[in-house]
């Protein structure tokens, strides 16, 4: 299944997305979840912080390949 999401932006926009959570992520002190977004049909990152509603939605959830994903969560570990 898949979370629709109720997301503000860091502007405070706010808009509902349908995700498919692939990775969580701590690059303390903030928790990502690296997801596979619906609306934008590619990959993001959403801060957990800025989830204002979640729900489990009857969507097909599909595990992507980890190359869709790795230039989104490099950046956080090139300072390790």
Known sequence: NCLEIEYQSEAGEMT??????QYI????????????????LSSR???ID???KARVVDSTFQLR????FTSLYT??????
């Open 16 to 21: 509902v997305r349908v995700i498919e959570a």
């Open 25 to 40: 992520l701590l690059n303390w002190p903030i928790w990502y979840i690296i997801a596979w977004d619906h609306l934008r």
């Open 45 to 47: 990152v959403f801060r």
């Open 50 to 52: 800025r989830i204002k």
């Open 65 to 68: 390949p980890k190359h869709l």
């Open 75 to 80: 950046p956080f570990y090139q300072s390790i």
